[in-house]
């Protein structure tokens, strides 16, 4: 069988996003398990600054297991081919007996055997989030996309009711298939911690860690109100907070709130990091909070129960399933109990070794090659 994986999304935004990194492990540890079927990648980019992503896992497998089919476009005529719908990547070369489309859209294709992962449907649950472009853009085409779709695969079970509840989508025709923590996410010992990687991003103090996008629906103004008030507490007075992620949407509410704090100073938003540092973070962190009002999966929280850190998240969409019990969930948009379960783990040493010790046995739980396993499970089913 001829496996086709739409990797468009790794071709123009790298793993900068989640969907990119889904798609790399994914692809990665499909060819590690797989030594029947030939994958066929295909994908439209504009600019090919991510195509030695790719490149690099070819180098690793004969001619014969991996091909590539990637088109490069302008941005203009990429909006005007996923308009017309033409012409199909069949026309241009690409074969495959199906095609799986890991981020909920699908390219011109001839193909009716057609996979599609949704990771979330954010914009539809929480439109106050999302620009108005956006919803309407996507709500009409992730419709039409699952509905021809031959198999759905939901990260969550969460992201699989919803899919049920607001696209009306046949809940047979979805199977649940969780995510993972790249391997580098993992507890380090004293010998491989790094402090210069503190020092690079001028964090001198203890702190307190997130990871996310800034944008609203990560709640991090939250994060800063509760930080402003248990700074108060001569226990966490010296504590810095330190979040870490890319500038998204809607973003000016957040850094507001960051300006706005008399304790600013130990507020510090660090952008997007490599992950050889952001390992480094994790291992160094005190306590790792995720006041997420929504996640299809949550990978932060994961990387850092890989990490041995305690948890403390919003009790959730998907969370409580990556999370269980393992961590602290305190009930979504309670700042007041998000603040004292903050303080309760800062000042209690054996409830935050214990979490520590929970945070690694629930990582476990999770990984890439078993992902894969199941996914090329569907992939079996669907041309049956």
Known sequence: MIIGIDISTV???????GSGRYIINLVRNLLKIDKENTYALTGRYTTGEYIPLIHDLKTNYPENKIKLYFYQTTPEKLKLWNRLRFPAVEFLGFRADIIHCPDFLIPPTLSRNIVLTIHDLAFIRFPEFNFDWFIKKYTGEVKKN?????????????????????????PAKIEVVYLAADDIFRKLTEK????????KYQIDKKYILSVGTIEPRKNFAALIRAFNNIKKSKI????????????GWKSEATYEERENSPYKDDILFIGRIPDQDLVQIYNWAELFVYPSFFEGFGLPPLEAMSCGLPVIAFDT??????????????????ESKLENQLLYVLENKVVKEELKSKSLIQAKKFSWEETARKTLDIYNKTIL
């Open 11 to 17: 071709l123009n935004y790298g793993q900068d996003i």
């Open 146 to 170: 699952a509905y021809i779709s031959k198999k759905i695969i939901g990260d969550s079970e969460s992201t699989r009711n919803d899919i049920v509840n607001f696209l009306e989508i046949d």
């Open 192 to 199: 491989e911690k790094n402090i210069y990687v503190l020092k």
């Open 236 to 247: 966490s007075s010296g504590y810095k907070l330190v979040i870490v992620g890319r500038t």
């Open 317 to 334: 969409s998907s969370l409580k399933e990556v999370v269980g019990d393992a961590g602290i969930l305190v009930i979504a948009g309670d």
